[in-house]
């Protein structure tokens, strides 16, 4: 760990890799090359398997159309809009062979979110799965969108794929775009939207290939080879990871990336589900597996009477509020693994805090403070402020955590992004945090889901915390109820454990926190709300706003 001169801003390790000119398709094409004849891709839905030299060819093929059909350049923006396939990857690839912005749009959501973003994003090109076609075709004739379309899979009426993989002419000779400016946009990453319109993120070549590099580094397994940089032999597995990240998120950017620079090889589920995930964790034996806290615990809770798989590596949780009670429940599933949570924003490209896997010490601090994100990464300034006079914090105080590096993005698209830096161009989470004597970072809350009881400030995560301590209690969150005297009162939004429904009362259960809050203030007065299940963003984040809105209106 680097100190700075100020005690109380934290620094992370130095830069291990510095990306040389040709970006990301550059370093895809090199990859895909240098590992043929082996298993990239297994795909949990359909059992599918996917080869490095499929991706290469079918890359490749797409990329020609694309450059020399549609003359798509470093300006025009080409989309995704599909569940996890197995040619899920290839438009990603394509763009980045000729250079393009790559941006994908949650196939699911409502119309009128689609037709915003196609107004909003204006992409040349939109690559659909047959699933979502119809879906697609009738939100573009309600909007502006004014793209081509081609179906990633078989079509009567637009071009699809298997069409694209009859081009034949250009192929021996091809070669991708070659960059000499890092800090162009690779990709547009969409934001959750959970508290208005999503935006735009745009992130650069840099940050995608320093954050790549990052992910592989912490994470204990397989070894990193780019063009200017060859990982030291440490005598180990082969980086071989398993999520339902889908293209949309990140994480699963990012994981794909890590996955071809390290000849590794990727288990990619659609949609999660926890019987299935079981299944395919002893099928196909992945060393690490990656789970946002709601799938996780919802996995956790499934597995809990079945016997413990003993030969995964790590499993990772990230994306949202992790408990110690998460933790401790992982723990129970795979008792011979490394559990550990990581700290990240899409503005930061990805990873901001975690435990590096590599280091005896770190993996003492995580098995320690469990509920820890872990330090800084590569590269990573943090400091935590008061919001309210822009104090930096120290030990054990609690505040804003912002952070300082060279992978930020590079704005929002079409929109201002300079409020989310302060004068000093740290960059604004909104996460309230704080740091121990050991420079460990823990994440509390969203600095603005305070709910306001008279003139008192209440965290939900307090309340939320105790909630998810009960033995009945699978999932739940905290909202604020508005009350004509008081502002807002807290009230409770639970799901329960199958075993329990129907056996539980809300009136035990307020009992229950009641007796457990830290002051009267905390004191669940509201009532609570049985649901089904919690609504949730494309990135797996509860939407607490909406499930508000919905309870307040009586729709819920």
């Known amino acids: 760990m680097n100190i700075s001169k100020d005690e109380n801003i934290l620094c992370g390790p130095e830069l291990l890799y510095e990306p040389e000119k040709g970006g990301v398709g550059y370093e895809i094409f090199r990859a895909l090359t240098e590992n043929k004849g082996k298993i990239v891709l297994n795909i949990i839905s359909t059992e599918e398997t996917v080869t490095y030299d499929d991706l290469l060819e079918k890359g490749v093929k797409t990329a020609v159309y694309l450059s020399r059909q549609k003359q798509c350049g470093r300006e025009d923006i080409i989309c995704v809009s599909s569940e996890t396939t197995s040619n899920t990857l290839v438009p990603f690839i394509a763009t980045q062979f000729v250079g393009s912005k790559y941006v994908c749009i ?42 081509e379309i081609i179906v990633l899979g078989k079509s009567k009426h637009f071009v699809d794929l298997s069409q694209l993989m009859e081009i034949h002419e250009g192929l021996e000779t091809f070669e991708p775009i070659y960059l000499e400016n890092l800090k162009e946009d690779a990709a547009i990453i969409l934001s959750s939207g959970t508290t ?29 080879k780019l063009s200017n940089y060859t990982g030291e032999s440490k005598g180990i597995d082969t980086f071989e990871f398993m999520s339902y990240s889908p293209l949309h998120w ?73 408990t110690e009670a998460h933790i401790q429940n992982m723990r129970k599933c795979f008792p011979g693994a490394i559990i550990t949570q990581f700290y990240g924003l899409t503005e930061n490209t990805g990873i901001v805090t975690g435990f590096n896997m590599n280091k005896p010490e770190e993996l003492q601090l995580r098995k ?185 209106n009586g729709l819920l």
């Open 368 to 552: 320690k403070f469990p509920s820890s994100c872990g330090k800084p990464t590569l590269g990573v300034q943090i400091k935590i402020v008061d919001p309210e006079n822009e104090t930096v914090c120290g030990v054990g105080i609690q505040g804003e955590l912002r952070t300082k590096n060279k992978f930020f993005m590079n704005g929002y698209y079409k929109m201002d992004s300079s409020s989310v830096f302060d004068s000093d161009g740290w960059l604004k989470t909104g996460d309230l945090a704080y740091f121990d004597e050991n420079h460990c970072i823990f994440i509390v809350d969203r600095i603005k889901d305070l709910l306001l009881y008279k003139i008192h400030n209440i965290k939900p995560s307090i309340i939320e915390h105790i909630l998810s301590e009960h033995p009945a209690v699978h999932e739940s969150l905290v909202i604020g109820y508005p009350h004509p005297q008081d502002n807002e009162h807290p009230m409770g939004i639970v799901v329960l454990k199958d075993e329990y429904k129907n056996k539980i009362s809300a009136k035990e259960l307020i009992t229950y926190v009641n007796e457990n809050v830290p002051s009267d203030r905390y004191k669940i007065r509201a009532g609570i709300k049985f649901v089904d299940q919690l609504l949730r963003t494309v990135t797996g984040k509860p939407k607490k706003w909406e499930m508000k809105r919905l309870i307040i």
């Open 106 to 147: 949650e196939p699911s959501l409502p119309e009128e979110d689609l037709m915003y973003l196609f107004d909003y994003l204006q992409m040349k090109i939109i690559f659909v799965s047959e699933r979502f076609v119809e879906k697609v075709v009738s939100c573009s004739t309600k909007c502006s969108f004014k793209g």
């Open 196 to 224: 208005g319109k999503p935006k735009g993120i745009r992130i650069n070549h840099y940050a995608l290939l320093v954050q790549t590099f990052t992910l592989q580094f912490y994470c204990g397994k397989g070894n990193i």
């Open 250 to 322: 990140i994480s699963g950017v990012l994981i794909s990336l890590a996955t071809f620079f390290c000849g590794g090889k990727s288990t990619l589920g659609t949609t999660f589900d926890t019987k299935e995930a079981w299944i395919a964790l002893k099928k196909y034996k992945p060393n690490i597996f990656f789970l946002p806290p709601g799938q996780a615990n919802e996995f956790c809770s499934y597995v809990s009477d079945k016997e413990p798989l003993t030969n995964l590596y790590s499993f990772w949780t990230g994306g949202g509020l992790v």
